[in-house]
């Protein structure tokens, strides 16, 4: 089972960005997939996520300029971030889960590599 995150990379403040995370070796339409950041010495950060049945959830620090939706067959998950601000920059981890909230980094049970968003000012 795999997930693979790409599209990171430098953008000035003010632009965008989309990351895309393909998951392979198993169908992921009954998880919820979502998106974590960790920037230099900081915890991991919630994102966003997206359950099966289609109910998205946002991290306060990102909700209103990111928006993370879903292939129809569920094993591709996107992040587009607008509007990104240099405190935005961060590896961001794509994962997948299927039992909890879906909030928690510990509700998941695969994670992608990261791909690094770097915003500039």
């Known amino acids: 089972v795999q997930l693979q995150a790409s599209g990171g990379g430098l953008v000035q403040a003010g632009g965008s960005l989309s990351l895309s995370c393909v998951g392979s070796?198993?169908?992921?339409?009954?998880?919820?997939m979502g998106w974590f950041r960790q920037a230099p010495g900081k915890e991991r950060e919630f994102v966003a996520a997206?359950?099966?049945?289609?109910?998205?959830y946002y991290g306060d620090s990102v909700k209103g300029r990111f928006t993370i939706s879903r292939s129809n067959a569920g094993n591709t998950v996107y992040l587009q971030m607008t509007s990104l601000k240099p405190e935005d920059t961060a590896v961001y981890y794509c994962?997948?889960?299927?039992?909890?909230?879906?909030?928690?980094?510990?509700?998941?049970?695969?994670w992608g590599q990261g791909t690094l968003v770097t915003v500039s000012s």
């Open positions: 997206r359950r099966s049945g289609g109910i998205t």
């Open positions: 994962a997948a889960g299927r039992v909890g909230s879906s909030l928690s980094h510990s509700d998941y049970d695969y």
């Open positions: 070796g198993r169908t992921f339409s009954s998880y919820f």
